[in-house]
């Protein structure tokens, strides 16, 4: 560190962030634009990063109604992994690994990627081959995989139950040692400041609350700050994609539901990778650098917009957490969360051109939204600069449910094969 660099650090340190610029700009919105990305996380910010990066388009907004971090780019337990099966979906998540592997020097922001490892339970013979079947596709297609017998499960993963009274019996698991975890919060960060310094604008406060159609084609929004217009208009607004998509008159296959997340009080390294199980619910398992335990469990089975939590859930995903990890039972629940899903019939998202000229959509993300984050950045980047879609997210399209193309992953997404 050079003597200015460390004089500078120590004065900045000192002067309670009075002296600490800011990491992205904060302008008011012009009247036009060459595209208009509406969303502010993790998806809309990395798509207006590789609209400026791969493809030089840099006069483009980015319309955010809260503040950056607000929604599911903050509200998640920050998984990425590309252990899966169909075509497609394989080939996306492997570059969106890939992408995460060097972010960090891509953006020069330190996304806090860490590739400890996610390990997938199998708790029945069927459970077990579903997974061996899942790892030998994942290796056919170039991606790590190891498939683990009980007692190499029990020396990784020494925590667990392998008692005979176990309520969930552990027969093997499926490995995959580049999958980890990733800073949610540095992510939105990272992609902001990077697309700002390409000359992106960055709108917070600014709710998009209609589209301005000339016949068939979207030619700008209405904001709660005033019309904005542009060639091309971009939705990537998550848990809202439906509400959103309705104001430009289209109606989508998607519902919306609360998954819920949760965090233990700090304590000593324990958990040393990501942990999945299926068995009795949907149930996930990190250890944060802080040393809180990091959980959750299936969506909430009904409909809703609300960022919080439910007791029912907080029961159904503590007693998976007990009956695999009995010293998980001395612990005190630190705080809980609810991030907006939207929900597909097949669980797989949509990345596409749609039928409306100039207005393009990224959404239906159910449980897959923040690992995707990347590559859904990088292909919806490629699909509103070329006007057609990359070959990564060509499957993604909102025809596949009438053609009969649909990407039934539900099972997989949610960490085990299900008979």
């Known amino acids: 560190m050079s003597r200015y660099s460390a004089l500078?650090?120590?004065?900045?340190?000192?002067?309670?962030?009075?002296r600490w610029?800011?990491?992205?700009?904060?302008?008011?919105?012009?009247?036009?634009?060459?595209?208009?990305?509406?969303?502010?996380?993790?998806?809309?910010?990395?798509?207006a990063y590789y609209l400026a990066a791969n493809h030089g388009m840099t006069r483009v907004a980015v319309l955010e109604?809260?503040?950056?971090?607000?929604?599911?780019?903050?509200?998640?337990?920050?998984?990425?992994?590309?252990?899966?099966?169909?075509g497609g979906n394989t080939a996306f998540f492997e570059h969106s690994l890939k992408l995460w592997e060097g972010l960090s020097q891509t953006l020069n922001f330190n996304v806090m990627y860490s590739p400890r490892g996610k390990v997938a339970l199998a708790h029945d013979p069927g459970g077990f081959d579903g997974l061996a079947r899942r790892g030998n596709i994942m290796r056919l297609n170039g991606i790590d995989a190891e498939l683990l017998e009980r007692a190499e499960v029990e020396k990784l993963l020494p925590y667990l139950d392998y008692s005979k009274q176990a309520r969930f019996p552990i027969l093997g698991a499926l490995?995959?040692?580049?999958?980890?975890?990733?800073?949610?919060?540095?992510?939105?960060?990272?992609?902001?400041?990077?697309?700002?310094?390409?000359?992106?604008?960055?709108?917070?406060?600014?709710?998009?609350?209609?589209?301005?159609?000339?016949?068939?084609r979207v030619t700008g929004v209405e904001t709660s700050r005033g019309k904005i217009l542009s060639s091309k208009t971009a939705i990537a607004v998550a848990g809202h994609t439906s509400d959103v998509a309705r104001l430009a008159g289209l109606r989508l296959p998607v519902e919306s539901h609360v998954l819920q997340?949760?965090?233990?009080?700090?304590?000593?390294?324990?958990?040393?990778?990501?942990?999945?199980?299926?068995?009795?619910?949907?149930?996930?398992?990190?250890?944060?650098?802080?040393?809180?335990l990091i959980f959750g469990g299936h969506i909430d089975g009904f409909n809703s917009y609300a960022q919080r939590g439910a007791l029912p859930?907080?029961?159904?995903?503590?007693?998976?957490?007990?009956?695999?990890?009995?010293?998980?039972?001395?612990?005190?629940?630190?705080?809980?969360w609810g991030g907006i899903q939207d929900?597909?019939?097949?669980?797989?998202?949509?990345?596409?051109?749609?039928?409306?000229?100039?207005?393009?959509?990224?959404?239906?993300?159910?449980?897959?939204g923040f690992k995707a984050t990347p590559a859904s950045g990088w292909t919806y980047a490629h699909t509103i600069a070329k006007d057609e879609e990359h070959e990564l997210n060509r499957c993604y399209s909102l025809d596949r449910f009438e053609t009969g193309a649909e990407l039934d992953e539900f099972g997989i997404g949610n960490w085990t094969y299900k008979q």
């Not at 610029?21 to 798509?47: F, K, M, Q």
């Not at 040692?177 to 604008?201: L, N, S």
């Not at 797989?348 to 239906?364: A, D, E, K």
């Open 313 to 336: 859930t907080v029961r159904t995903v503590a007693e998976c957490a007990v009956a695999l990890i009995p010293a998980a039972s001395r612990l005190r629940l630190l705080r809980h």
């Open 343 to 368: 929900m597909t019939p097949d669980g797989s998202p949509f990345i596409c051109r749609t039928q409306i000229t100039g207005l393009y959509l990224n959404g239906g993300w159910c449980y897959q």
């Open 8 to 18: 500078a650090l120590a004065r900045n340190a000192l002067s309670g962030h009075d």
């Open 175 to 216: 490995l995959q040692r580049r999958a980890g975890t990733a800073r949610h919060d540095a992510v939105a960060w990272g992609y902001a400041r990077a697309a700002d310094a390409f000359g992106v604008e960055i709108i917070e406060n600014c709710e998009v609350t209609g589209f301005l159609r000339d016949g068939n």
């Open 261 to 292: 997340a949760f965090v233990s009080e700090p304590i000593k390294p324990m958990v040393h990778h990501v942990v999945g199980s299926g068995a009795g619910d949907l149930f996930y398992l990190s250890q944060s650098d802080k040393g809180g």
């Open 65 to 86: 109604k809260g503040y950056i971090g607000s929604g599911n780019v903050g509200r998640n337990t920050t998984i990425v992994r590309s252990d899966y099966m169909i």
């Open 21 to 47: 610029p800011r990491a992205w700009r904060s302008p008011e919105p012009r009247s036009n634009y060459d595209a208009i990305i509406v969303g502010g996380g993790g998806h809309g910010l990395a798509t």
